[in-house]
């Protein structure tokens, strides 16, 4: 009786240091978002557990970031290891439909989890591991508990006691130290099973970490293009089907303009389509909450690769009416344009200027038809010699002295030309909103 006692006591005591190792490995992420609305500025910074996965990145779960694009808004990151030492981060993205984010540390790769999870049944007991910030110290809490039950909504999901609500985010793992998944509050309903997940007060469910595996992988990051498809879509909701005289719904994304040139276009979309899939992707898109998710899954697929496309495309009949006819076409994502934001900015120093290249987001958002070229002024020096001639900040300069200048160099090389020719006046013409003009600029 005593070898055995000592056994399953060694066989704990092994358990807990495997456990202690994992959770000597939680790191804790802070994320500060600053936000200025009316001229007053405004902070919430975010503490969230989060696990080494790979390539210096990490995974925090209960929560969804991507990258800010407003200009009033800005995103600080930093990352503090378990020994407590901060090191600067950045956010790569998040998964709304897995509620994760990821963040990529500067400078630091730590060794990564594997997310491998054991499988879990009913009644089985597992080990909740967190750490919470600064205010405790980075001392790991713990809490032993039981999964009261096992669903599939759609996912693989194990129920926990409601009192594991405050471990959002942990790890959990067996009692002998292997990773189950993560906990988070998941609002799904599990029929049959005597408990409701997410009616009324939410319940705290462990996901398997095996269903993050990929996640890392498919976010879009710095060195990977993101997939382009040059339309834009809206929800094709009940209305659009009362329109089009469709009885059962229609899953699908409604194209409501067609970026000339793009893949979309190439491959015969038109406007009014209705973009059923892509690839294995279904489109599905019922109300603008579905937008994010539906973007970021068509930037992840694979580019310069045919895929087939199913379309749906009505067409007016005699009565008034519309048919819908499905049919597929061969569409071959490219690597997304640079946006307007991101574009490299040119400063044309003698006269006072800089110029950034006419990108499709400008082009669409200014209107400018399709065969005009130009570079678009971004900033002028005040009393410069481009701001005395009348330029400003919008223009879309077409051609200097009559040459055109479809991009910086060419802008560059007309107005060197200029100045060996000793020119005193050097004529712009340019495009303001919907109307063009010819000013004069004269050098110093």
């Known amino acids: 009786m005593g070898g055995r006692g000592g056994l399953i006591a060694l066989l704990l005591l092994a358990g807990t240091v495997s456990a202690q190792d994992l959770a000597d490995r939680i790191w804790v992420l802070r994320i500060t978002t600053e936000r200025s609305s009316f001229g007053a500025p405004s902070r919430q910074t975010l503490l969230a557990p989060a696990v080494p ?50 963040v990529r540390l500067v400078g630091a790769r730590p060794e990564p989890v594997v997310l491998e999870g054991a ?40 129920a926990l006691p409601a009192d594991a609500q405050s471990f959002q985010g942990a790890i959990a793992t067996t009692p002998e130290g292997r990773l189950v998944g993560f906990v988070d509050l998941r609002p799904t309903v599990a029929e049959g099973l005597g408990i409701m997940l997410g009616i009324g007060p939410q319940t705290a469910v462990v996901v398997p970490a095996e269903t993050y595996a990929d996640v890392p992988k498919a976010l879009p990051r710095k060195d990977r293009p993101r997939g382009w498809l040059g ?19 229609v899953d699908g994304a409604f194209v409501t303009g067609v970026a000339e040139g793009s893949p979309a276009d190439r ?76 574009a490299p900015e040119t400063e044309i120093e003698d006269l006072g200027f800089r110029v950034k290249p006419l990108t499709q987001d ?9 065969d005009l070229e130009g570079v678009v002024i971004t900033r002028l020096e005040r009393a410069s010699a481009a701001q005395l001639g009348g330029l400003e900040p919008g223009d879309l300069v ?34 303001r909103g919907p109307v063009t003009t010819f000013l004069t600029v004269q050098p110093s």
């Not at 990145?57 to 808004?73: M, Q, R, Y």
């Not at 790991?140 to 039981?146: G, H, Y």
């Not at 400008?362 to 399709?370: A, D, I, L």
Request: one cysteine or more; aromatic letters at 6%.
């Open 53 to 102: 996965v790979e390539d210096g990145l990490l995974l925090a779960v209960g929560f969804a970031l991507e990258p800010t694009t407003e200009k009033d808004e800005a995103l600080r990151v930093t990352a503090i290891d378990p020994s407590g030492r901060i090191v600067p981060a950045e956010l790569v993205g998040g998964d709304d439909d897995l509620r994760c984010t990821i």
């Open 362 to 370: 400008w082009r669409r958002s200014n209107r400018v038809p399709g």
């Open 398 to 431: 077409l051609k200097v002295d009559g040459r055109a200048t479809p991009d910086a160099d060419a802008l560059r090389k007309a107005l060197a030309d200029a100045r060996a020719a000793k020119r005193t006046k050097i004529v712009f013409f340019v495009r």
């Open 231 to 249: 339309v834009n879509l809206a929800p094709f909701d009940a209305d659009h089907e009362a329109y089009f005289g469709i009885e059962t719904p």
């Open 267 to 342: 491959a015969g979309i038109r406007l009014h389509d209705v973009v059923q899939s892509i690839g294995d992707l279904p489109l599905r898109f019922e109300r603008m909450d579905d937008w994010d998710p539906l973007l970021r899954a068509v930037q992840r697929l694979p580019l310069g690769k045919p895929l087939p496309c199913r379309v749906l495309r009505f067409e007016r009949l005699p009565d008034g009416g519309y048919d819908a006819k499905a049919f597929e076409v061969a569409l071959t994502l490219e690597a997304r344009p640079l946006d307007f934001a991101d």
């Open 119 to 158: 499988p879990r049944r009913a009644g089985d007991e597992v080990v909740l591991l967190s750490r919470h910030g600064e205010v405790m110290r980075f001392a790991v809490r713990r809490m032993a508990t039981r999964i009261e039950a096992a669903v599939e909504a759609p996912r693989a999901l194990y």
